[in-house]
């Protein structure tokens, strides 16, 4: 059975997300797939590896015993990855898609270029909408996609990356909590019709009761950089602010610099996450594998 490390990497995964479901979305195959395995190896051991609790699944003794054969398998496997890398030494752009958000505010130029010094090749970085980037993904157009919305596609692999808040922002001083009555008081820069960060402020003022037809709007933009500089060039006016709702990494820095206020609403947090999404054709690839887990780790 230890040559055959798919199912090995089922259990571990199962074991780490706790979860058979979550452990189906990070392998990119459906539950049954991955009960199925667990239960190969149950039989193959003749003995029970996990147990399915309510809260999740706990290891059984022999299931603790197989999960540090299985761990020092991995890390074997992982080693001797990164040894073919430097056979396989050919020069290649490797090609990164991001949407707005991420590409502009969470991955520097710096981090490009370590990502490009780990994998000995340079990268290419594209910034575009979610949808656009999931379908160059399908069109082999790109090997790696950074995403603010899981635009699920059955033949690609969604990663969860790092969580994003939506907070207010304006160019004057604003109450850090805001009422929702005092929205009405703004005037809005608001994102176009069919944005992730559109439907997911519409869901939050949806459970308000609060109705964006009664805002005073001033524009509808597309991005991300096209509300900061807007609402930068705005007139300031402390009786009648102009703000938004944007990503906090977007305005970290001028909020740090005083150019720019944020704040949030009272009794709601706006939250999503940012996904790193791949073709399940390139699951095993060792170009791709080393970039997804040196940004999951953080590195970025």
């Not at 505010?105 to 981090?111: D, N, T």
């Not at 109450?175 to 944005?195: H, N, Q, V």
């Not at 054709?281 to 953080?298: R, S, T």
């Amino acid at each position: 059975m230890l040559k055959d490390f798919v199912k090995l990497e089922t259990f571990l995964t199962v074991a780490r997300e706790r979860s058979f479901s979550k452990a189906s979305a990070k392998l990119g195959i459906s539950q049954p797939a991955v009960t199925q395995q667990i239960k190969f190896i149950e039989k193959y051991l003749a003995a029970k590896i996990i147990e399915r609790k309510k809260n999740g699944i706990k290891l059984t003794n022999e299931g603790e015993e197989l999960y540090k054969i299985a761990t020092r398998l991995e890390k074997e496997i992982h080693s001797c990855e990164q040894e073919v890398l430097k056979i396989i030494n050919k020069e290649m752009t490797f090609k990164l898609g991001a949407s707005f958000t991420i590409g502009t505010y969470l991955i520097p130029g710096k981090c490009l270029n370590t990502i490009g010094e780990a994998i000995n090749n340079d990268i290419n970085l594209s910034i575009d909408v979610s949808d656009n980037i999931i379908q160059k993904l399908k069109d082999r157009k790109l090997d790696v996609g950074l995403i603010e919305s899981p635009v699920i596609d059955p033949d690609l692999i969604y990663r969860e990356w790092v969580e994003d808040e939506l907070v207010v922002v304006s160019n004057t001083p604003i109450a850090k909590i805001l009422k929702t009555e005092e929205l009405y008081d703004f005037d809005w820069i608001c994102r176009e019709e069919g944005s992730h960060t559109r439907k997911v402020v519409s869901e939050v003022f949806e459970e308000l009761g609060v109705s964006c037809k009664s805002f005073n709007v001033l524009s509808e933009v597309s991005n991300t950089t096209a509300v900061l500089q807007t609402i930068k060039k705005a007139d300031k006016n402390a009786d009648r602010p102009v703000v938004s709702i944007i990503s906090k990494h977007a305005i970290a820095d001028e909020v740090a610099n005083g150019e720019l206020f944020e704040a949030r609403l009272r009794g709601y947090t706006m939250t999503r996450k940012f996904y790193i999404v791949y073709s399940k054709e390139n699951k095993h690839n060792a170009y791709v594998d080393k970039v997804v887990n040196y940004i999951l780790a953080g590195h970025c």
